[in-house]
T-cell receptor, first 114, second 112 residues
Framework: GAGVSQSPSNKVTEKGKDVELRCDPISGHTALYWYRQSLGQGLEFLIYFQGNSAPDKSGLPSDRFSAERTGGSVSTLTIQRTQQEDSAVYLC????????????FGSGTQLSVL | DAKTTQPNSMESNEEEPVHLPCNHSTISGTDYIHWYRQLPSQGPEYVIHGLTSNVNNRMASLAIAEDRKSSTLILHRATLRDAAVYYCILRDVAGTASKLTFGTGTRLQVTL
């Protein structure tokens, strides 16, 4: 694809349910980031994947959050037992390694927990 | 991580130049200066980046101080479509830095 693709674009769920958010990075990009943006706030770093290295999970807010990246490409962010405070836009970005690493962002998934 | 400091908001008249400042006094020699902007209801988009020399592209210009402790994003003629939040971040040369910190950015308002 031409850019970073995220799905679904919108997700409404009930408190306590699990959700999975998907990110398809640009082909060949070795780095992948997940961010969260609450209404009117800045971007909050969640997790970072770089090639085959162990991911940097230091931004995950609780153990209900997890992410994986299969085959160095597609990534899935999973939120278990969702809470109302998880409501936000979840943004994915990818980049090449090297050269200053210009980031390309997807349009995000708007998650609403009722 | 080296941090950046930006004003919370700025205003500009349409078709006037806009200078958006960013301070990064703890920048290291291997950090690129990147600028992104986020239009309403969209993900951030890349604007420009540089290392030491001033840079120009079709969207904007980037002026980097000689000591690299500050930079300025220049929009030569602001339009209503430039109204967005502008983020200044530092990115290491290898592009491998994790936990890129975006901060709260500068919200630019453009008026007629």
């Amino acid at each position: 694809g031409a850019g970073v693709s995220q799905s679904p674009s919108n997700k409404v769920t009930e408190k306590g349910k699990d959700v999975e958010l998907r990110c398809d990075p640009i082909s060949g990009h070795t780095a992948l980031y997940w961010y969260r943006q609450s209404l009117g706030q800045g971007l909050e770093f969640l997790i970072y994947f770089q090639g085959n290295s162990a991911p940097d999970k230091s931004g995950l807010p609780s153990d209900r959050f997890s992410a994986e990246r299969t085959g160095g490409s597609v990534s899935t962010l999973t939120i278990q037992r969702t809470q109302q405070e998880d409501s936000a836009v979840y943004l994915c970005a990818s980049s090449f390694k090297g050269g200053g690493g210009k980031l390309f962002f997807g349009s995000g998934t708007q998650l609403s927990v009722l | 991580d080296a941090k950046t400091t930006q004003p919370n908001s700025m205003e500009s008249n349409e078709e006037e130049p806009v200078h958006l400042p960013c301070n990064h006094s703890t920048i290291s020699g291997t950090d690129y200066i990147h600028w992104y902007r986020q239009l309403p209801s969209q993900g951030p988009e890349y604007v420009i980046h540089g290392l030491t020399s001033n840079v120009n592209n079709r969207m904007a210009s980037l002026a980097i101080a000689e000591d690299r402790k500050s930079s300025t994003l220049i929009l030569h003629r602001a339009t209503l479509r430039d109204a967005a939040v502008y983020y200044c971040i530092l990115r290491d040369v290898a592009g491998t830095a994790s936990k890129l910190t975006f901060g709260t950015g500068t919200r630019l308002q453009v008026t007629l």
